[in-house]
Each structure stands twice: as C-alpha cells, then as structure tokens.
C-alpha cells in the first residue's frame, strides 16, 4: 500500500472514531481507532518517510485529525506538532482536551507514540 494512502486511512479512521464517539458508539469507536493505529503502525515502519507523509495532515480541514497526526510526530517534528496541539488545545472539548492531553505527556516525558 502506497503511503498516501496509509495517510488517507489514517485520516479517515480517526474522523469515523471522532464522529463515533460524539454518537455514544465506543465499540465502532474502538474499530476505528485500531484502524488507525494499524496504518500508522505501518507509515512508521516506513522510517521517515512514513513520519514525513503524516505531516500533511498538520493542515487537515479537521481538527482532530490535525491533532492526532501531531501526537504522533511530536518527536520527529517537535516544534511543528507542539504548534499544532497548542492551537488545538487552546478550544473546548474532546479535540482540545486530547491536544492538552499530548503536550501534558510530551512535558512529563511519558510520550511514547513513536520512540524511534
């Protein structure tokens, strides 16, 4: 499978789980979220050039796709995804929750998303 379209599953999934979240739905919820861990579980096999096509999403139409992206780069793009999640959580909700959530991790140095 093509990276872009690793990137595009990744994307889609985290939007469905967003979407099924807001509707009470945990378990397609659940789905998703393996959905996505599965295709950037395999982008980051690709080394940086997995880590390099995520970055697109930093500038997603959607903020939780931007965020999640963001929580898994903050590693090999601090600066960039510290922005992202910065704005994100600067809002209400579960989104901003979730970037505060990522930076709070990230401060404590028990982020672990991608080690590397």
Known sequence: MKLEELVEQF???????????????????????????????????HGDAGRDALLVLFKHERM?????AAAHLLRYRTAEAKAVLEEAAKGEGLVSFKAGQALKRWEEGTWALDPG
Do not use: E, S
């Open 64 to 68: 939780d796709v931007r965020v999640m």
């Open 11 to 45: 994307a889609l999934n985290v939007a469905a789980q967003t979407d099924a979240i807001w509707r009470g739905d945990a378990k397609t919820g659940n789905k998703h979220a393996r959905k996505y861990g599965a295709a950037v579980d395999k982008l980051l096999a």
